[in-house]
């Protein structure tokens, strides 16, 4: 699981949200699921992203919050674009337990 934070210097659209499984260790405690594994989605309607553990009995594709569709975006090749303003996206990915060493050159 990665921690991927995307920001907007455009309009301020910031997103902070955890992808991939938690198979290794619990990150999410307050989830007693054996196995999650979550995945960045688009919401045309709301344009924003949303994500959702896609392993999740109640999730069916479709957003939580209006009942849209919700298109699926690879996490191979992840977002570039603000879903708000369409302007480019700042994009930083870091692991969850790598909090406390931030400097390459320690
Ligand atoms: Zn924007
Ligand atoms: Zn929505």
Do not use: W
Request: net charge negative.
């Amino acid at each position: 699981m990665q921690i991927y934070h995307f920001t907007c210097k455009h309009c301020g659209y910031e997103l902070k949200l955890p992808l991939g499984s938690s198979d290794l260790d619990q990150v999410l405690t307050d989830v007693n699921a054996d196995y999650a594994d979550y995945h960045l989605f688009r919401c045309d309607k709301e344009s924003k992203f949303v994500y959702a553990d896609i392993y999740s009995k109640d999730f069916e594709g479709k957003c939580i919050a209006d009942g849209n569709d919700l298109r699926e975006i690879d996490q191979e090749e992840p977002p570039v674009k603000c879903p708000r303003c369409t302007q480019d996206l700042v994009m930083e990915t870091r692991t969850p337990f790598a909090d406390d060493d931030d400097d390459d050159s320690s």
